[in-house]
C-alpha cells in the first residue's frame, strides 16, 4: 500500500517536472533553432542564455523601459514580458540580424552613429529594432507621430532628440530612395 502510494507520488512529481520545460522552434534573425526552456523563462532571458544574442537588454524588466525589444512576426515586443513559449513557431529578429555577412551596418544604425543618438548604448537595441519595425511599415510619419512610436523606450543619456533625429532621416532617406525607385525624380 505504502508503496503503491510513493509511486503515485514519484509519477506525479515527475509529470510536473516534465512541464516545467517546453521545447520551442523557432526562427532567430533566419537561423531554425530547437531548446528546451523552462516554461517560465521571458524570451529575453532565452535569447541572451540560450543563443548569447546580447545585444537584447535587460534594463527594467516589467515592459517600461524597452531595452528588450526585438521583432517578432514584423512587430516590435518586450522581449522580457514575452514568455519564450509563445515563440514557439515564430520569426524572431534581433539587432545581430542587422548587421551584414562581414559585420557591416545597416542603414539605420549607421545614422544613429551620424546623429549622435548613441551615448553607454544600452538603450540602443531596443530603439534600433523598434526603429526598424517603423521602417519595415514603410508609412510616412511626422516627427510628433514618431516620437509617440518611439516613446515606449526610457534612454538615461542622449535626451531622446538626436535618436528622433536619426529615425526621422532614415525615414525621409527612404522616401526619398522609394520616390527615385518609382522615379518621381524624373
Ligand atoms: S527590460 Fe524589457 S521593457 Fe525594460
Ligand atoms: S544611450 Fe545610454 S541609456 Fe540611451
Not at 537561423?31 to 537588454?57: F, G, H, I, P, Q
Not at 549607421?110 to 553607454?120: I, N, Y
Request: with cysteine; aromatic share 6%.
Amino acid at each position: 500500500m505504502q508503496e503503491t502510494k510513493i509511486k503515485e507520488m514519484v509519477k506525479r512529481d515527475l509529470a510536473c517536472q516534465k512541464r516545467q520545460f517546453a521545447t520551442v522552434r523557432c526562427t532567430i534573425n533566419g537561423r531554425e533553432t530547437e531548446t528546451v526552456v523552462d516554461v517560465r523563462a521571458s524570451l529575453a532571458d532565452m535569447l541572451r542564455n540560450e543563443y548569447n544574442l546580447t545585444s537584447v537588454k535587460k534594463g527594467c524588466e516589467v515592459g517600461e523601459c524597452g531595452a528588450c525589444n526585438v521583432i517578432i512576426d514584423g512587430k516590435c515586443f518586450n522581449s522580457c514580458i514575452y514568455m519564450a513559449i509563445w515563440a514557439d513557431g515564430k520569426n524572431i529578429r534581433t539587432v545581430e540580424g542587422l548587421v551584414g555577412p562581414d559585420g557591416e551596418l545597416s542603414e539605420i544604425q549607421r545614422l544613429f552613429v551620424e546623429e549622435g543618438a548613441v551615448q553607454c548604448g544600452f538603450c540602443t537595441p531596443g530603439f534600433l529594432m523598434t526603429a526598424t519595425a517603423i521602417l519595415e511599415s514603410y508609412r510616412e510619419y511626422t516627427r510628433e507621430e514618431l516620437k509617440k512610436l518611439l516613446s515606449g523606450h526610457l534612454c538615461r543619456c542622449t535626451g531622446y532628440e538626436n535618436i528622433l533625429n536619426a529615425v526621422e532621416k532614415a525615414v525621409s532617406l527612404q522616401k526619398t530612395a522609394s520616390g527615385s525607385a518609382r522615379g518621381e525624380d524624373h
